[in-house]
């Protein structure tokens, strides 16, 4: 059984960067098959994509987000990574990161999310 | 960026009853569209992949149909752990999600 888990800290202070990890285990994170993303959730919104990366190093982003946004893979120690720079109280969310199937783009299993606040 | 307007914002049914939610693109996504389910304090869960495959797992009284810009997640017969929030997905072009359907205990 696959699972995922976001680790970082909790409380970010205002044009700081945000940097949170991915740990993903009962699978290989180089499989060919899937691409490992970020999702973000406001309190009581929407889910907004932040952008994924494959086992090659190749990513993508969220246009909104592109110019602050850096993911990053480790295989050796099957983590993928997110930051994000510059960051302010609108970037306060819960962090989701997510497995995403390449031929159907979907995402199959996510971590439990953790909760960044952006604040002073 | 492709936008998905979901509606109603809430729907208001009781355990038994039958439940369709809508999902409209801004532009054609094809059949790229999924749906997920997500209850408070949990990550959300895919239900339905492509418009209209469940994923792994999913009870058969999930359906989901449409195409283009027009989409519906139908749940025949509404069991009370089903109620929940609902996201459409579209993967058209980079992922966006729809703000949701709230599906209340009437």
């Known amino acids: 059984q696959v699972q995922l888990q976001e680790s970082g800290p909790g409380l970010v202070k205002p044009s700081q960067t945000l940097s949170l990890t991915c740990t993903v285990s009962g699978g290989s994170i180089s499989s060919g098959s899937y691409y490992w993303s970020w999702i973000r959730q406001p309190a009581g919104k929407g889910l907004e994509w932040i952008g994924r990366?494959?086992?090659?190093?190749?990513?993508n982003y969220n246009p909104s987000l592109k110019s602050r946004v850096t993911i990053s893979v480790d295989t050796s120690k099957n983590q993928f990574s997110l930051k994000l720079s510059s960051v302010t109280a609108a970037d306060t969310a819960v962090y989701y990161c997510?497995?995403?199937?390449?031929?159907?783009?979907?995402?199959?299993?996510w971590g439990q999310g953790t909760l960044v606040t952006v604040s002073s | 960026e492709i936008v998905l307007t979901q509606s109603p914002a809430t729907l208001s049914l009781s355990p038994g009853e039958r439940a369709t939610l809508s999902c409209r693109a801004s532009q054609s996504v094809s059949s790229y569209l999924a749906w997920y389910q997500q209850k408070p304090g949990q990550a959300p869960r895919l239900l339905i992949y492509?418009?209209?495959n469940r994923a792994t797992g999913i009870p058969a009284r999930f359906s989901g149909s449409g195409s283009g810009t027009d989409f519906t997640l139908t749940i025949s017969s509404l069991e009370p752990e089903d109620f929940a929030v609902y996201y459409c997905?579209?993967?058209?072009?980079?992922?966006?999600f729809g703000q949701g359907t709230r599906l209340e205990i009437k």
């Open positions: 990366i494959y086992t090659s190093g190749s990513t």
């Open positions: 492509d418009a209209s």
């Open positions: 997510a497995r995403e199937v390449v031929v159907i783009r979907t995402f199959d299993y």
């Open positions: 997905q579209q993967r058209s072009n980079w992922s966006t």
